[in-house]
């Protein structure tokens, strides 16, 4: 079982479910929860076209089981792709969830220190923003990632807008984020040179 799955394939709808997660539809829950409906809704979409854009020549870009059946039944892939693709889109998604809330930046529900969670959120904003658009050039990924990444609050992807931050206004917070948008850069390659790149 599982000897001609493409595990590039399976990491590849892991990631892009844990991200349309982690970015989009937990933004579009919090941004619905503040009469925010349209950006929410737009956040959502937004990251969903990224994904597409950039893991949809690896995976196809299910990152839903509903998706993943059909095709399944319609005989357009092997069932043990599909149960590997399942599993790692509900591992994805558990993920997204399970990191975000643990994070969530400068909320009373966070487990961690904010420094230590706004550097978390960096790595991880970085992460998606480096390994996009080393992927897409499309304008509109482009576009759409900048959109995402600032939509969601995990804006800490500019070290150098982040350096001046604490030369100019003396804030030494963001040194947590210039650390973790240096690890996230480093990430994002890795994705982009292991996952993307057949």
Request: charged share 10%; proline share 3%; net charge negative.
């Amino acid at each position: 079982m599982f000897a001609d799955t493409n595990w590039k394939a399976v990491s590849a709808e892991l990631m892009g479910t844990f991200f349309l997660v982690f970015f989009g539809y937990v933004s579009f829950i919090n941004l619905k929860n503040n009469n925010m409906l349209f950006e929410g809704a737009l956040t959502l979409g937004l990251t969903l076209l990224v994904l597409v854009h950039t893991l949809g020549p690896v995976s196809g870009c299910h990152l839903n089981p509903i998706i993943t059946l059909p095709i399944w039944l319609s005989g357009k892939m092997s069932l043990d792709d599909s149960i590997a693709y399942i599993i790692a889109q509900i591992t994805g998604a558990s993920l997204g969830f399970i990191l975000f809330k643990a994070l969530n930046p400068g909320t009373s529900d966070s487990i961690f220190e904010d420094d230590l969670a706004l550097m978390m959120a960096a790595v991880i904003g970085t992460a998606f923003f480096v390994y996009s658009l080393l992927t897409s050039q499309d304008p509109m990924s482009i576009g759409a990632t900048v959109f995402v990444v600032s939509m969601t609050a995990f804006y800490e992807v500019n070290p150098g807008v982040n350096l001046g931050e604490v030369i100019g206004d003396g804030n030494d917070l963001v040194i947590f984020g210039i650390i973790g948008s240096f690890i996230g850069c480093f990430i994002g390659w890795a994705i982009k040179e292991n996952i993307i790149d057949q």
